[in-house]
């Protein structure tokens, strides 16, 4: 297995610049998951790493040796795709074999490996079919044993899982992470699923706009996240947000909403009394109270089977809530909620943490 160093990495297409300057490490044996929206470059960096796409300017390293120039083939990476990629002519066995096959790998090598892959991945009975033939769970397990084979120094995946309905992703994730158990490789996993970056990642790599915004384990970025952008893409339902202006009286602090609400607010350093700030609390740490300091009328409720979430106003502003209290199924018109100190977040006007 391998390290990867990313260096200074940016990326164009033409005059149009995608990656702006990305420096990752990535230590040996590590399961790395780039996650943020649609279009913010966690694709662009991974097949440049697989060497699908050239480098604009900045360094790639495998095991400390730069790579840029290197083929994919040459690499000695395999790539998982969200839409398989599978040969349709050939049966599981073949599609498993064939980097091995290209690389006149000994038969009793070859059956090894792919009775071995086919074992990890419960493919044993699927081994003579067609692509066409297996359901599309099947068809990603093949995807994987196809990797497993050739022995790479690491597994890149691209969305491997979204072409599943709901219920097989949730068994694959957890077959993705017990395989990285067992064969502990050097992963980078691709996803906008936030739910699989926080169940697979020893490290989440938050990206927006072409910039990384965070490195972190997943907790970290859950109860430390460093901006107003990580904040609200990890979670679900997101944290909530409130902006206004950060007012201290001695050893008190609130948050001045435009309609002139406050909140209260805890005091951080950093941040002068009058500044711009955005207040954060995740929706499960809203506590609902009878001699709760603020009134919330409600406007919805949304049972999801494990919990409830309640869609609530505090003087017009919208606010979710979370808990596991059926009691709060038949709420009445208005509930009175807290907004426990240690558990708010507070942001700078240009959205940074501020401790
Ligand atoms: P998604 O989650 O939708 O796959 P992503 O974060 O993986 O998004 P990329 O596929 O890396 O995003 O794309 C980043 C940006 O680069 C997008 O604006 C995309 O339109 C652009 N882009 C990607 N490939 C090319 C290309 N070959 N030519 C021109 N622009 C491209």
Redesign the pocket.
Known sequence: MASIDIQSIRKS??A?P?LHGVDLSIRDGEFIVLV??????????L?MIAGL?DVTSGDIRIDGKRVNDLAPKDRDIAMVFQSYALYPHMSVADNMSYSLRLRRTAKEKIASAVGGAAAKLGLDPLLERRPKALSGGQRQRVAMGRAIVRQPKAFLFD?PLSNLDARLREQMRAEIKKLHGDLNATSIY?T?DQIEAMTLADRIVA?HG?VVQQVGSPLELYDRPANLFVAGFIGSPGMNFFEGRYLVSGDRAELQLAGGTALPARRAAGLESGAKATLGIRPEHVVVAENGALEASVDLIEPTGFGIIMHVRVHDIPLKIFTLDRALLNPGPTVRIDLPADKLHLFDAEGRRLD
């Open positions: 297409f033409g149009f995608v943020g929206p649609s279009g913010c470059g966690k694709s662009t960096l097949r796409e969305e691709v906008h990206m072409g």
